[in-house]
């Protein structure tokens, strides 16, 4: 047993959490679908989806099943749209050529879309009980400040060094113990600021906290200037119909229905005659602007609402059909297709005079 386990472990046994969703009845499919939605995501966001998710899709075959929209619709407000997408496929690669159930190869479980060797670690681990290391977030950050990394690791070197450290100091025995109470220890005790270094069982052992310089670990990513950006968003909408695209699986948003986007004003006239065969009239809702901030840039959202007659929607259907990336959705149907948050919170001010706040 590792120096570390040696301390680590008594502590997760009075202090570790046993009572998240994804540690009862513990499964492949449950543990893989946890880790999906906890990067990048915080545990106290996750709860809610896991479990909603769970219940439309109790097993992996049964998410292969679904169509791609009803996937994308319980995981909208989530973020980081891929993740989606590539649950999905996986899900749909298990079913068909491993009979629904998960490879217990470390290989075989990183050639799934989706799936890093940390994720596969943790299904390893936490399901198939293997002895297998795992390097999320709060592990890199324990990691980092116990021996004292520097380095961004999003550097290969750096990452690499932390992957070495990670598969040293995994114990062979108690592997599922060990790697959960790593990560609750970063989570609860080892946090990202402010970390609660005298309630650390690794505190005697910790080379950032004996120094003094556990505040300047893990070495934070360079500081860029946020790019911003601004779009106009197109809402024709005419009695319960809306028209709504698809998003290219590329990009932000990738895969989901949104309201049609132009970057300028004045493309809209070239834009309607080409998508949809038609031109027509629209007002500016310009005052009404809408802030939404990604991980890489800020975006800015004016809203046109375009006045739409019954003769436009039925002759628009010569252009938008169910092979096009452009759809007249009912307005009921809304709720179970994945919309970005944003479009939800424009669509919603929308039946209350756009009153966006």
Excluded at 36 to 64: D, G, H, R
Excluded at 267 to 275: E, G, I, M, R, T
């Amino acid at each position: 047993m590792s120096g570390i386990s040696k301390l680590l472990l008594p502590w997760f046994d009075l202090h570790g959490r046993k009572n998240l969703p994804w540690q009862q009845q513990v499964t492949a499919y449950r543990v893989w679908l946890s880790e999906i939605m906890l990067q990048q995501t915080q545990v106290a966001t996750v709860i809610p989806y896991f479990e909603k998710f769970l219940e439309s899709f109790p097993t992996v075959n049964e998410l292969a099943d679904a169509h791609l929209d009803q996937v994308l619709s319980h995981w909208a407000g989530l973020g980081y749209y891929a993740r989606a997408r590539n649950l999905h496929k996986t899900a749909q690669i298990i079913r068909n050529e491993f009979d629904g159930e998960f490879p217990d190869s470390l290989d075989k479980l990183m050639a799934l879309p989706g799936i890093g060797q940390s994720t596969a670690g943790a299904i390893l681990s936490l399901s198939f009980g293997r002895h297998a290391a795992i390097l999320d977030g709060n592990v890199k950050r324990v990691l980092s400040r116990l021996y004292q990394v520097e380095g961004w690791y999003g550097v290969s070197a750096v990452l690499k060094k932390l992957w070495k450290l990670a598969e040293q100091q995994t114990p062979s025995r108690q592997t599922a113990f060990y790697n959960q109470a790593m990560m609750d220890l970063g989570s609860m005790v080892c946090k990202r600021s402010n970390p609660d270094c005298l309630l650390c069982p690794l505190n005697t052992i910790c080379q950032s906290y004996l120094a003094g310089t556990q505040t300047l670990f893990p070495t934070p990513k360079p500081k860029k200037a946020r790019p911003y950006k601004h779009r106009w968003f197109l809402l024709h909408r005419y009695a319960s119909k809306l028209l709504l695209e698809r998003r290219p699986e590329q990009g932000i948003w990738g895969g989901l229905w949104s309201l049609p986007e132009i970057e300028q004003l004045d493309f809209l006239p070239d834009w309607q005659v080409q998508q949809i065969g038609q031109s027509a009239e629209f007002n500016t809702v310009t005052e009404k602007m809408l802030k939404h901030q990604f991980s890489h840039f800020d975006l800015s959202i004016s809203l046109v609402e375009v006045n739409v007659s019954e003769n436009f929607v039925k002759t628009s259907h010569s252009q938008v059909n169910e092979s096009s990336l452009l759809q007249w959705i009912e307005w009921d149907e809304l709720e179970n297709i994945g919309l970005p948050a944003p479009i939800e919170k424009i669509l919603s001010s929308h039946q209350t005079n756009f009153e966006l706040s």
